[in-house]
């Protein structure tokens, strides 16, 4: 029982740093991208 509870959480531990990773590198969004500082777009 004890084996299967671990197994169970280091799967979802797995699940959840892939999303992460996925919702950071590959699903980049495009608010982010369109960032300015101050009056002139430097994009800073």
Do not use: R
């Amino acid at each position: 029982m004890n084996n299967l509870i671990q197994n169970i959480l280091v799967i979802s531990t797995l699940v959840v740093a892939v999303v992460f990773l996925l919702k950071k590198f590959v699903f980049k969004s495009k608010k982010s991208s369109k960032k300015s500082c101050g009056n002139g777009d430097c994009g800073c």
